[in-house]
């Protein structure tokens, strides 16, 4: 596959995954919580200090899809190992551990308020286990990315 057409599937993928978090995040989340307000009214202050908690996730989750294409454009133009690359795939890492250390502070935070349950934190330290994942995995990528960038311009300057 030309590095053009791998570039445009990149773009392509990450505007489906733009997608499906603006419909998580504008229609679900919204939706969900005035369903649960509905059933249970008592709780009306913590669900909409909940909605409005995970809506402020999508920050850091929409700053990765805009890392994401800039590498995708550096793919199609064939320049996928470069510092440009390193650098986006530095920026994914911390934009993923800020959205980490947001969500950890939240969950702790309504814990304390007593707006959440135990086992809600439970089930949310798996999601923070695969934002982990993410932000290493970035990292490493991009440790990688520069010491490739590192060993083309070397080889570029021995000819």
């Known amino acids: 596959m030309k590095h053009t057409t791998l570039g445009k599937w990149l773009k392509l993928v990450i505007i489906g995954m733009a997608f499906c978090g603006l419909l998580v995040y504008g229609w679900g989340l919204p939706h969900i919580s005035g369903q649960l307000c509905n059933l249970h009214p008592d709780f009306d202050t913590q669900f909409h200090a909940w909605l409005v908690f995970l809506l402020l996730t999508v920050i850091p989750c929409f700053g990765v899809l805009v890392f994401a294409w800039r590498i995708a454009g550096n793919v199609g133009k064939?320049?996928?190992?470069?510092?440009?690359?390193?650098?986006?795939?530095?920026?994914?890492?911390?934009?993923?551990?800020?959205?980490?250390?947001?969500?950890?502070?939240?969950?702790?935070?309504f814990l304390i308020c007593g707006w959440t349950l135990p086992v809600i934190c439970l089930i949310s330290s798996v999601l923070l286990f695969f934002g982990i994942a993410i932000a290493v995995c970035a990292k490493a990528l991009s440790h990688f990315t520069n010491n490739a960038a590192d060993l083309q311009e070397e080889n570029n300057g021995t000819i």
């Open 78 to 109: 064939g320049t996928a190992f470069s510092y440009d690359t390193g650098k986006a795939f530095h920026g994914i890492f911390w934009m993923t551990v800020s959205d980490i250390l947001f969500f950890l502070a939240g969950n702790i935070l």
